[in-house]
């Protein structure tokens, strides 16, 4: 069984995993990887989330967040963030109830559309998406880090 609890990225446990995500990308990145750790009070309620993935029997496996920004095309916009597993917990279908439950978070909060970006070297990432229910958009940033954006508008 998996389950969430919101964290502030400050929490010991959330930065054990965001540094592990940056290092992560870092290594398999082309080029210079400029990751940007975000401050505690990045994901705050109501207007983000950073979750903490919890297995029952393996323990903290993954993490991921949300936080609205600029309203877009289809109004209260929320981009998602920092969605990691750890490489021993996938399979287990954390990542894609993760992403399930950012976006139940988003709504509740009034989200018209879930943004993203990436980068096209994250293949696993693009897939997770696509079943999610994400496509191409325009870029919506300027992340030296991302080269793929994707969108998803909520009924």
């Known amino acids: 069984m ?26 398999g990145f082309p080029g210079e990887y400029r990751p940007t750790l975000p401050g505690p009070d990045a994901f ?6 950073l979750l903490l993935a919890e297995h029952a029997e393996r323990g903290l496996i993954g993490c991921g967040a949300i936080r609205r920004i ?14 990691y597993t750890r490489p021993t917990a996938r399979g287990l279908g954390a990542g894609r109830l993760l992403v399930e ?3 139940s978070r988003a709504r509740a909060w009034g989200a018209r559309e879930l943004v993203l970006d ?38």
């Open 2 to 27: 998996i389950t969430f609890r919101a964290a502030s990225p400050a929490d010991p446990d959330a930065r054990e995993l965001i540094v592990e995500y940056f290092a992560e990308r870092a290594a």
């Open 118 to 155: 990436t980068h096209h070297t994250l293949e696993a990432a693009a897939a997770l998406y696509a079943r999610a229910g994400f496509g191409p958009i325009d870029a919506y940033n300027d992340n030296p880090n991302a080269d793929r954006w994707y969108g998803k508008t909520l009924d």
């Open 101 to 103: 439950e950012l976006e």
């Open 44 to 49: 705050r309620a109501p207007d983000g989330v």
């Open 70 to 83: 600029a309203d877009g095309p289809h109004g209260v916009r929320f981009e998602v963030k920092h969605v």
